[in-house]
């Protein structure tokens, strides 16, 4: 739509495709992505599979179909059933793609939701379920269990939240990279010197304030200092 010139600016959870920058140049201007926000992916679990937290080589196996039972990773006799989102349409499945299943398709045993709040209702409802979303949407979910993550076997798990019940974002670990899979938001600016342009600079010129900051920080997110 930002493309087309249906839309002044944009906001995406993913950075800008090569492609996407090729279309904006042969129709005569440029895309500028401007980071304003850091985000973390959190994958969650039914609170009645006890298991204590995950990798980033397991969670590739699981969501590529290479594991389907979860006593495989230390959880309890349980047929997974992964959830996610079609990464054709979802910056969110997009960034789990490139950077937990390292470029890899999604196997066939996971199935597609639409939104974070129905992968939250099928986990829920599912003892070995497993789905993803944003950490601003499932901050404070108490029908699922947020799991912490490691990148590699043998590292210490990080837990995308903290405090009395895990209700807080893990604001430092999110802000200092700690946590393993944290993406950046961005406003997307056409450079083409028009009001659109103009409009877009200032959006982001906005959220760089402390009234700014403070906006995204009730939001879910971590502001980009």
């Given at each position: ?35 304003v926000?850091?985000?973390g ?10 298991i ?21 990773v ?5 047929p ?7 990464p ?22 996971v ?22 979303g ?9 029908t ?12 210490m798990?990080?837990t ?10 893990n604001?430092?670990?999110?802000a ?26 200032a ?8 009234e ?14």
């Amino acid at each position: 739509m930002l493309l087309d010139g249906e839309l002044s600016f944009a906001l995406s959870s993913r950075p800008l495709k090569e492609n996407e920058l090729n279309q904006a140049k042969l129709r005569g201007f440029a895309l500028e992505q401007i980071p304003v926000a850091i985000d973390g992916i959190t994958f969650f679990v039914n609170p009645r599979n006890l298991i204590v937290g995950l990798n980033l080589s397991q969670l590739q196996d699981i969501f590529s179909g290479e594991i389907n039972n979860w006593k495989t990773v230390g959880g309890s006799d349980l047929p997974i059933a992964a959830f996610s989102f079609d990464p054709q349409v979802s910056g969110t499945a997009d960034v789990v793609q490139q950077r937990v299943l390292v470029g890899r398709e999604f196997g066939n045993n996971v199935q597609i939701v639409r939104t974070a709040s129905e992968a939250i209702l099928k986990v829920a409802a599912t003892p070995g379920g497993i789905g993803y979303g944003s950490a601003s949407v499932v901050v404070g979910q108490k029908t699922i269990y947020p799991l912490p993550l490691s990148r590699s076997p043998g590292e210490m798990f990080i837990t995308p939240f903290v405090g009395v019940n895990e209700t807080v974002l893990n604001k430092t670990a999110l802000a200092n990279g700690s946590y393993p899979l944290t993406r950046r938001l961005f406003v997307v600016v056409k450079r083409d010197g028009s009001l659109d342009e103009q409009a877009g600079v200032a959006y982001a010129n906005l959220l760089a304030t402390d009234e700014g900051e403070k906006l995204i920080d009730e939001a879910g997110f971590v502001p980009i200092r």
